[in-house]
């Protein structure tokens, strides 16, 4: 049980280049999300789903895309990377469970954009 | 004035020192709390939740005042590695989101 899991760990783009941060969970959990965390901010909801097939906008969710195509993975895409988009993407998820709301965290991706 | 709001610190203590820190939210409306672990470049821990009447485990107690809306985390005989940042959650009515507060620093020295 490898718990959420997150592809990259570390990359480095160039201004303008694409890509895309993969979150995986082997829990099957039906909700996942994407944050995004800076010095002095905190963490900041992006995106996020609530079951296979949806999406849904969080707190900061420009220059940013996502799927949930499979209940197990969440992708977050970068179309156009800014340096503004330098940051620590951490991946959570979590059970439909009423009475537990913990949200179980990836290890998170380490972006620069230059 | 920010959702959830912390203290940042660093808060510096002696080892077993008595430690206490506040987070504040601005939403009445919000329904549960949580306080979160992070260790320096990690992902977030879920430490305990807080509920209504207060709960404890072990050396830790976190409280609710809803009437003054913040939440608090009471940490005792502080340990080495308790060092560590403190991240307040709170989820507001029926959403499947939380809001998170930015921090505080905790540093536990010999």
């Known amino acids: 049980n490898a718990g959420v899991t997150q592809t990259p760990k570390f990359r480095v783009l160039k201004t303008g280049q694409s890509m895309t941060l993969l979150c995986a969970q082997d829990?099957?959990?039906?909700?996942m999300y994407w944050y995004r965390q800076d010095p002095g901010m905190g963490l900041r909801l992006i995106h996020y789903?609530?079951?296979?097939?949806?999406?849904a906008k969080g707190e900061v969710p420009d220059g940013y895309n996502v799927s949930r195509l499979k209940k197990q993975n969440f992708l977050l895409g970068l179309e156009s990377a800014a340096p503004s988009q330098t940051s620590v993407y951490f991946c959570?998820?979590?059970?439909?469970?009423?009475?537990?709301?913990?949200?179980?965290f990836g290890p998170g991706t380490r972006l620069t954009v230059t | 004035r920010k959702e959830v709001e912390q203290d940042p610190g660093p808060f510096n203590v002696p080892e077993g020192a008595t430690v206490a820190f506040n987070c504040t939210y601005s939403?009445?409306?919000?329904?549960?709390f949580f306080w979160y672990r992070q260790d320096c470049r990690k992902e977030p821990k879920l430490l305990m939740s807080?509920?209504?009447s207060g709960n404890e485990d072990g050396r830790f107690t976190a409280q609710l005042n809803r009437a003054s809306q913040y939440i608090s985390l009471l940490i005792r005989d502080s340990k080495l590695s308790d060092s560590a940042t403190y991240l307040c959650?709170?989820?507001?009515?029926?959403?499947?989101?939380?809001?998170f507060g930015t921090g505080t620093q905790l540093k536990v020295e010999l």
């Open positions: 959570a998820s979590r059970p439909d469970r009423g009475s537990v709301y913990e949200q179980y």
């Open positions: 829990m099957n959990h039906e909700y």
């Open positions: 789903s609530v079951g296979e097939g949806t999406t």
């Open positions: 939403n009445s409306a919000s329904q549960s």
């Open positions: 807080v509920y209504s």
């Open positions: 959650a709170v989820r507001t009515g029926g959403g499947n989101k939380l809001t």
